[in-house]
């Protein structure tokens, strides 16, 4: 079955420290994936997206991702937090035009110390 | 400017009621969503839909209805039969389903059923 596992379900960063968070995905064939990053009762902003080409993709608030085909991850970064970044963060991945939309990870709770 | 629209934000019922939630779009959005969000669960899909007066099952529908009478419009309704109703609920729609369309979201309804 099609998955996405977000492996940390909280994570605890000191601000200005670099961030990385673990997204792995399940597919028979490499997906669309997403990041999206949600603020306490909000709904969900979208961070950034890889559909194809550069491994490396740019998105806002500072955030990159980069694409592993070999490892089935396409995990999240930014070189230096600020305490506004402290969210629930998820990845998402969907296959097909006319599947039944996106499946979503579980989640990473980031929590920055100051 | 475009965007979802949920209302209300809170919402609160007692047990045994039915009660609506609405979800507005004005994106031009074909496909729309309603998610169930609870502490460590991720995003569950409740329903969806592609086209007006059509809807599919998600993977918790149990309880729960829709209507697509309008491209613009997808409300909720959480029925008596739903067993743990309370839950933070968000609307979602894309320009279609699945593949490389991502999905915006709505600012979310909180749902307290006592």
């Known amino acids: 079955a099609q998955s996405v596992t977000q492996p940390d379900i909280h994570i605890t960063v000191s601000e200005g420290a670099s961030l990385e968070l673990r997204c792995n995905y399940s597919?028979?064939?490499?997906?669309?994936l997403f990041w999206y990053v949600q603020s306490p009762g909000q709904g969900l902003q979208l961070l950034l997206k890889?559909?194809?080409?550069?491994?490396l993709v740019q998105g806002i608030k500072g955030f990159e991702a980069e694409f592993k085909r070999s490892q089935s991850s396409f995990n999240l970064r930014k070189p230096s937090v600020h305490w506004s970044d402290a969210a629930e963060y998820f990845c998402?991945?969907?296959?097909?035009?006319?599947?039944?939309?996106?499946?979503f990870g579980k989640g990473t709770h980031l929590i920055i110390q100051p | 400017d475009g965007g979802i629209t949920q209302s209300p934000k809170y919402l609160f019922r007692k047990e045994g009621q039915n009660v609506t939630l609405s979800c507005e779009q004005n994106?031009?959005?074909?496909?729309m969503y309603w998610y169930r969000q609870d502490p460590g669960q991720g995003l569950r899909l409740i329903y969806y839909?592609?086209?007006?007066?059509?809807?599919q099952k998600g993977d918790i529908a149990e309880g729960y209805s829709v209507s697509r009478e309008k491209k613009e419009s997808f409300p909720l309704t959480v029925t008596s039969a739903q067993k743990n109703p309370t839950a933070f609920y968000l609307c979602?729609?894309?320009?279609?389903?699945?593949?490389?369309?991502?999905?915006?979201f709505g600012p979310g309804t909180r749902l307290t059923v006592t």
């Open positions: 890889y559909f194809s080409g550069d491994t």
């Open positions: 998402a991945a969907s296959l097909l035009v006319g599947a039944d939309g996106l499946t």
């Open positions: 597919y028979g064939a490499t997906p669309y």
């Open positions: 839909s592609q086209i007006v007066n059509d809807f």
């Open positions: 994106l031009n959005h074909d496909a």
């Open positions: 979602a729609s894309s320009i279609d389903r699945g593949g490389p369309y991502e999905q915006y």
